[in-house]
């Protein structure tokens, strides 16, 4: 029996039983090989764009005995069909990064489900979906340090508060995992504006850290 560790574990029970998912950046495969150990995905595509960690998950696949696992040596989505998948995983991967894979693909008003993890600037990330996506649901967990999961419907949905949903998401501070997460970026956003708060030419990027910071402090209160 194959185990995922507890930021793959969260992701994998957010994958709706019978979805065809494809795993964009999948590296080692662990959650194709989870996904269709436990007969959650009749099919996943692993994808990567680099032909070494491609070859890793080949390897991990092949070891492990699973069928059902296509492979697509490919920068984001551009080797995936539309039509192949019902649930897209763009996971450990930074937030800008995720949000660059996303402008470049199909993925905009496609109304498919996505579930994002990104490893860092997770406001960057929200700052491009709310636009143009709906954040149905987020949640943290903690696998060594706080990482978010965001559950991403292609399909525009209006926002209130801006300011409050690109630093704050969807988390809920009442609950434990996702007020360590946004107490880390708290933390993370008041640093970079202490760290220039005395240098003239950085006064607007100042402001812009502080007033993130205080976002996130209120929600927090
Ligand atoms: C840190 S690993 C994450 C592995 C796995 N998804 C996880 O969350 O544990 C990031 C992987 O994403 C791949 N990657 C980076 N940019 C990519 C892109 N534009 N399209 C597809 N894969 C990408 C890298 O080659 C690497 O294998």
């Not at 990027?205 to 007033?211: F, I, L, M, N």
Request: aromatic share 8%; with cysteine; proline share 4%.
């Amino acid at each position: 029996m194959f185990f995922l560790k507890e930021r793959l574990a969260e992701i994998a029970k957010l994958i709706k039983k019978g979805d065809r998912v494809a795993d964009i950046g999948t590296d080692h495969a662990y959650l194709p090989i989870f996904l269709r150990q436990q007969e959650i995905s009749p099919a996943v595509l692993a994808c990567d764009i680099r032909a070494l960690p491609l070859k890793s998950a080949m390897k991990n696949v092949s070891e492990s005995g699973v069928t059902g696992i296509g492979f697509r040596l490919c920068d984001g989505l551009s080797g995936v069909e539309k039509s192949e998948v019902d649930t897209v995983v763009i996971a450990g991967m930074g937030g800008e990064c995720i949000a660059g894979i996303l402008a470049r693909s199909w993925a905009e008003n496609s109304k498919k489900r996505f579930l994002l993890q990104p490893m860092n600037s997770p406001e960057e990330l929200r700052r491009y979906l709310c636009e143009r996506y709906t954040l149905i649901s987020e949640t943290a967990v903690i696998d060594g340090r706080p990482y978010t999961i965001m559950e991403v419907l292609a399909e525009k949905c209006p926002i209130e508060d801006k300011e409050k949903f690109i630093y704050c998401g969807k988390l809920n501070p009442e609950k434990r995992e996702d007020k360590e997460f946004l107490s880390k970026q708290y933390a993370r956003l008041k640093k970079c504006a202490d760290s220039i708060k005395s240098v003239p030419k950085e006064a607007d990027k100042y402001e812009e850290y502080y007033a993130a910071a205080r976002c996130i402090e209120n929600f927090l209160r």
